[in-house]
């Protein structure tokens, strides 16, 4: 059964490139970004990895922390992040899971028999502090994802927990946002917003960003 927005996510022990990990313990407080991929020593996967701790402080500074997830040995993690860390100019700090009984990648859905029998493929879940799963993508093994994406959809997450808004196709940090349906009364509008908001239809009324 795969996982859906709003379910918990799983909770696992499991070995990893730092040792044995609690992944909720782990956690903590924090956001998280939990992603698999096929093998260790493969192109798109070594681009992924150095990307990732490339963004490291962007990562830091939205209280997130990224774990990733191959079938792999937490031996062969450890040597392949010192290729990642060469190759990439990049200074891993984050753990890699190291699957190997499939435990992890079975409770979260990562391999599609489909696509491969025993490899997993570019799953990708944000788990926000309550372990709740607020976004989910599949990517093909072909296929490395675009992790400044990942840090927009996390942008948004934690604007629109904060206010009655929504953001709009493409939106970026910084850019008009969508004042959502439910608030109709002009007044109780109006004190929400009070940097003002352009109604172009009734259900389409776009404001400011509210938290800059
Ligand atoms: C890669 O990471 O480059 C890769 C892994 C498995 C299949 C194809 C590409």
Redesign the pocket.
Known sequence: MSLRLGDTAPDFEQDSSIGRIRFHDWLGDSWGVLFS???DF?????T?LGLTAKLASEFERHNVKTVTLSVDSAQSHVEWIRDINETQSANVGFPIIADGDRKVSQLYDMIHPNASDT?TVRSLFVIDPKKKVRLTITYP??T?RNFDEVLRVIDSLQLTDHYQVATPGNWKHGDDVAIVPSPKDEDVIRRKFPKGYRALRPYLRMTPQPDR
């Open positions: 991929h096929p093998a493969t192109p798109v996967c070594t992924e490899f093994a072909s490395g």
